[in-house]
Structures are given as structure tokens and as C-alpha cells.
């Protein structure tokens, strides 16, 4: 099993450099796989898209997710060429694949630019102690629909 994580991770890195190549990104990776088949592919499509949620992980896990017509990827696992960031950390626990292979660290990220040690640290901190300012706005009006989620009998739970 060794032998083939290693290729799978080795294809997420050479899909991080080929993102650099085609201008697509940053240079980041990833692999979704299931029962030692690729599911889906993914690089960082950053600046390529304008859209800054694209970045690797999260583009591989939608296309995962829409292959398997699942908003799950059970027994999945994802290898991607860099230790994930707050987002798609949290894009991956969602997800729930089984396990998470990653090569870079966040430090050595951090020391090419990509640096997400403010926001791990602005989560930490009250919400009027952030840098951006974020203002709870009304949540009464919001609670009366989070009321009909619960008393909903229909509704497909995740």
C-alpha cells in the first residue's frame, strides 16, 4: 500500500506544477481516491477562475462529490501536495474521506508566501476581537428557519 500512496501523491505534486505551468494557481495539488481508483483531480485555480475558494482540495473534492452523487466521500482518501489550509481543512472534515495524505508542511508554505497562520489564530480569538469586523445581525429571523430545519420530516441529515 506504500508503494501506491506514493503515486497517488506523487500525481497530486506533479498536478500542483502543472497548476504553475498553466497559470492556473498557486502551487498546490490534489488526489481524491476510492478503493485504489482516482476519482477526481485537483489544482489550485486561484487566480485562473477569480474565485479564492478554488483552491486544490476543495475544486477535487466537488468533483468527487458530483461523481460519486455524494456530499460524502466515505472511504475516500485525499492526498494533496500540501498540508491543507484553515478552509480546506475544514472543506475535508465536511467531506469526511477516511484519510488525508499531505507532502509540504504549512510552514514550508508559509515560507514560499502562503502564509495561514492569522487565520488559525483570528478563529481563536472572540468574535469582536477580530481583525475583520463581523457583526451578528438578525438572528431572530434566522432562528425561525434553523426551527423548521429541526421540525422538518424530510430533510436528508449530514
Same mark, same amino acid.
Given at each position: ?47 485562473? @477562475?477569480?474565485?479564492?475558494? +478554488? #483552491? ?9 462529490? !458530483?461523481?460519486? %452523487? ?34 509540504? @508542511?504549512?510552514?514550508?508554505? +508559509? #515560507? ?9 489564530? !483570528?478563529?481563536? %480569538? ?33
Amino acid at each position: 500500500m506504500v508503494e501506491e500512496d506514493e503515486q497517488f501523491m506523487r500525481r497530486a505534486i506533479a498536478l500542483a506544477q502543472n497548476g504553475i505551468d498553466q497559470n492556473a494557481g498557486g502551487p498546490f495539488g490534489a488526489v481524491i481516491v476510492k478503493n485504489g481508483e482516482t476519482i477526481a483531480e485537483g489544482c489550485n485555480r486561484v487566480t485562473s @477562475t477569480n474565485d479564492p475558494t +478554488a #483552491h486544490a482540495e476543495v475544486v477535487a473534492i466537488r468533483k468527487a462529490c !458530483e461523481k460519486l %452523487k455524494s456530499f460524502q466521500l466515505e472511504n475516500c482518501t485525499i492526498y494533496t501536495s500540501c498540508e491543507p489550509c484553515p478552509m480546506c481543512l475544514g472543506a475535508i472534515y465536511w467531506a469526511r474521506p477516511a484519510r488525508v495524505f499531505f507532502a509540504a @508542511t504549512r510552514k514550508d508554505a +508559509a #515560507h514560499i508566501g502562503f502564509d495561514d497562520q492569522f487565520i488559525y489564530n !483570528e478563529i481563536e %480569538k472572540p468574535i469582536d476581537e477580530r481583525q475583520m469586523k463581523i457583526i451578528n445581525l438578525m438572528r431572530d429571523e434566522a432562528l425561525v428557519v434553523f426551527r423548521n430545519w429541526t421540525s422538518k420530516a424530510d430533510k436528508t441529515e449530514y
